[in-house]
């Protein structure tokens, strides 16, 4: 087979009379086969079409769940995100004469906005998550007992209100400033209990490891573990 002065080899390859009888053709992937070669996967055809409607009813899809969740986050923070769509239906027969160009062009705008909306999410998140943590470490304040003063480690404790292992730990962090030297142990929940232990950087220098200690409270009734200065588990019951 060859193309001018551009490329002749052996071929056992399917041929056609022209190379417009094959109609489209897009890249869908590159690997390494060997040193100096590549294989390239590609569709052509009607199944360039089939190849674009699967991935935006793909992305469609993934937007859809992003849209949910970010209304979800409005509701209960009242803040109001608009995101102009910019993607229309998933595609329909009269689409599917569409050039590439024009179907990468729906597909951008589909990601563009996939990739907004992911970050209206994560803002929203994030002052959700900031206010759990403010209102979590006023709860930990007014809680927050001695529950060991012996000299092998002293603990204090708190047993909070339900909260999410990412707001325990800022409270481990606080419970760690305000004692200073020691260890630091949280339960959150109702039913089924969040499990936080801390201890601060001289008592694990010393062998305590809250990972392992933190794994023998909860054996048998939950699971949990961590590193040596911070775990986290769960339990049926304290």
């Given at each position: 087979?060859?193309f001018?002065?551009?490329?002749?080899?052996?071929?056992?390859g399917?041929?056609?009379?022209?190379?417009?009888?094959i109609?489209p053709?897009k890249?869908?992937?590159?690997t390494?086969v060997?040193?100096?070669?590549?294989?390239?996967?590609?569709?052509?055809?009607?199944?360039?079409a089939?190849?674009y409607?699967?991935?935006?009813?793909?992305?469609?899809?993934?937007?859809?769940?992003?849209?949910d969740?970010?209304e979800?986050?409005?509701?209960?923070?009242?803040?109001?995100?608009?995101?102009?769509?910019?993607t229309?239906?998933?595609?329909?027969?009269?689409?599917?004469?569409?050039?590439?160009?024009?179907?990468?062009g729906?597909?951008?705008?589909?990601?563009?906005e996939?990739?907004e909306?992911?970050?209206?999410?994560?803002?929203?998140?994030?002052e959700?998550?900031?206010?759990e943590?403010?209102?979590?470490?006023?709860?930990?304040?007014?809680?927050?007992?001695?529950?060991s003063?012996?000299?092998?480690c002293?603990?204090i404790?708190a047993?909070?209100?339900?909260?999410s292992?990412?707001v325990?730990?800022?409270?481990?962090?606080f419970?760690?400033?305000?004692?200073?030297?020691?260890?630091v142990?949280i339960q959150?929940?109702?039913?089924?209990?969040?499990?936080t232990?801390?201890?601060?950087?001289d008592?694990?220098?010393k062998?305590?490891?809250?990972g392992?200690?933190l794994?023998q409270?909860?054996?048998?009734?939950g699971?949990?573990?961590?590193r040596?200065?911070?775990a986290q588990?769960?339990?049926?019951e304290?």
């Open positions: 087979v060859t001018n002065n551009f490329s002749k080899e052996l071929c056992g399917t041929h056609v009379q022209n190379t417009r009888d109609g053709v890249i869908t992937g590159e390494a060997a040193a100096g070669m590549r294989r390239i996967e590609a569709v052509a055809g009607p199944a360039v089939d190849y409607s699967d991935r935006m009813a793909e992305g469609t899809a993934g937007l859809q769940k992003l849209r969740k970010l979800i986050l409005q509701a209960r923070t009242g803040k109001k995100i608009t995101i102009r769509s910019t229309g239906a998933i595609f329909s027969e009269k689409d599917k004469q569409n050039s590439i160009a024009e179907w990468e729906e597909l951008r705008a589909l990601m563009d996939k990739q909306t992911q970050r209206a999410v994560e803002m929203v998140e994030g959700v998550l900031a206010k943590i403010h209102e979590a470490l006023g709860e930990m304040e007014k809680k927050m007992r001695v529950i003063q012996e000299s092998l002293p603990v404790g047993t909070l209100s339900p909260h292992p990412d325990l730990r800022s409270c481990a962090d419970g760690r400033d305000k004692i200073g030297s020691g260890g142990l959150s929940g109702d039913n089924r209990f969040n499990i232990l801390a201890f601060t950087k008592w694990v220098e062998g305590l490891h809250a392992r200690i794994g409270l909860v054996q048998g009734k699971r949990g573990g961590g040596p200065e911070l588990g769960t339990s049926r304290l």
